[in-house]
């Protein structure tokens, strides 16, 4: 079997045995985390082109805790009539061959696979739930868990370059005259784009906090094209996002707090996850 390598930021005992993967105790310091998965293929993997929806099944599936699942799940944290799961996860990184005609993205060898939260149980829970499986089976098909790396975050200055590994949605929705609910979305040489990010961050902070967002928050974007664009479908709804790379600019709490919870809208489907540019 293979045997998994531990790197990390935090605080953590692990035991390793030759027949697999035990875990002995296991303490993650009460911060803001990523976790990153890197997964072994016996053979070509194989999902339909939007799979972040297998990826969120996985996500809530691996959580033990049955009351904070279903927390998560159909409560999280809210802020009028705004639910946030602050939780978000990026595409996943590997050496992929797209069919069009088949809808398919196929991975070979090696695939990793970042997720981020300001929530200490949730890390824990996946850390634990990834520990101790030996295989996952995604859409019917093995992958062997080789390495997880846990980075505990925190910026210090108040400005960074990011680039995306999901891409950010930013829309915004209204009743039509005859009645029907339409959305919108903007690209990032919008207005509306910096100023929707802006103001569903404040959202997020006070209904994790407690309290309203009283510092600054900007986000610039730097580098995109139309090849960033991307058009995916979330249980049966079309969505619109934007890869590229972005500067974040604003207090060092905020920006890290966007950095683990994840920028625009959807976070807990899979859009929206930044990687620092160094």
Known sequence: PYRSSITVGCNLDLKIFNNGLKMNEIQIKEG???LQVRFHLPKP?????NYQQILQGCLYHMIEDEKFS???HNHGYQYGKRQFRLFVFGRLQGKPVVDIRQKSITFTDHVEWQISSCLPQFIRELGKSFLLEKAMYWNGQPLEIEEIKYEEVKINQTSC???MLSPITVCSTYVSKDGKKTTQYFAPNDPAFAHLIRENMAKKYAAFYGTPYSGTFQIK???YSSKDKVITRFKGTLIEGWNGKYLLEGDPEMLTFAYVVGLGSRNSQGFGMPVMVQ
């Open 161 to 163: 370059i990011v680039r």
């Open 45 to 49: 993997l194989c999902l339909p082109i």
């Open 32 to 34: 803001i985390m990523r």
């Open 70 to 72: 279903d927390f998560l």
């Open 221 to 223: 974007p730097l580098q």
